[in-house]
């Protein structure tokens, strides 16, 4: 069965930091390409940062460098560390894991920041 488990969110003052982690099982963690995506009431989903199997990254313009994403292959476990804060940056995280047949998704992890 696979497991993608998030954690880490929280409540955190503007200009505060983050991390969150995704701990996967059930899946061969290093041949997938791992992502963090967000979705803030009333938007859609949106691409936050991903990761390929090859360690190329990629940002949405409005975490770029505020925020980095890494896996750890050796503990199926991908990360997003979350600097400067912004009340913008308030929404639910999911993680994603995709190779070429199929995607699979987390629970989500919730991330308010606020004064």
């Known amino acids: 069965q696979v497991q993608l488990v998030e954690s880490g969110g929280g409540l955190v003052q503007p200009g505060g930091s983050l991390r969150l982690s995704c701990t996967t099982a059930?899946?061969?963690?290093?041949?997938?390409?791992m992502g963090w995506y967000r979705q803030a009431p009333g938007k859609q989903r949106e691409l936050v940062a991903v990761?390929?199997?090859?360690?190329?990254?990629n940002y949405a313009d409005s975490v770029k460098g505020r925020f980095a994403i890494s896996r750890d292959n050796a503990k199926n476990t991908v990360y997003l560390q979350m600097n400067s804060l912004k009340p913008e940056d308030t929404a639910v995280y999911y993680c994603?894991?995709?190779?070429?047949?199929?995607?699979?998704w987390g629970q989500g992890t919730q991330v308010t920041v606020s004064s």
């Open positions: 990761i390929t199997r090859d360690d190329s990254t």
């Open positions: 994603r894991a995709q190779n070429r047949i199929r995607a699979y």
């Open positions: 059930g899946i061969i963690f290093s041949i997938y390409d």
